[in-house]
């Protein structure tokens, strides 16, 4: 009898645990378990203006090969978004008709972006290959982190704002 309460006492916690998830979930919160950004708890903020270089933000990338790829090599969590990732949570970098150039680092406008060397190797050695750069294209984003490993549009080139989630706020996080 005994081991029957502690397995219902054990049901119960999994079904709280569960249910306090999922409304955190569908009231927009998101963990970053990534070290782009600082780790911990975060929340997607609906986006009530256009998206302003600087903003840090949520968002899908769309469900393409290249995704697949990233997500096989293991840069992209497993997570709602078409294709089955989490969103990422990247600085916008880049506006619809800015120029990108891509060399050992990222450019802007002529201006180079802070932080942004581009590598030609991942971690474990594999070879990256970095996007050509040129002109953002209407409704499109270029995303960046200052972390130097990052996954981010120095790779993919610019995305869709179909994938904006909206602004990232963080509510409890901390540097690795």
Known sequence: ???RGVVLFLTGIAVIMSALAAAAFAGGYRLNLTPSEPLGLWRIETLQRRVAIGDLV???PPATAAFREAQRRGYLRRGLCPGGVAPLLKTVAALPGQ???IT???LVDGRPVPA???QDRDGEGRALAPDPGGIVPPHHLFLYSSFASSYDSRYFG???EAG???LARPVFTFAP
């Open 58 to 60: 949520f968002m899908c």
């Open 104 to 106: 050992d680092h990222v």
């Open 99 to 101: 120029r990108v150039e």
């Open 164 to 166: 904006l989630l909206g």
């Open 1 to 3: 009898m005994r081991r």
């Open 116 to 118: 942004s060397l581009v």
């Open 158 to 160: 610019s995305l869709s």
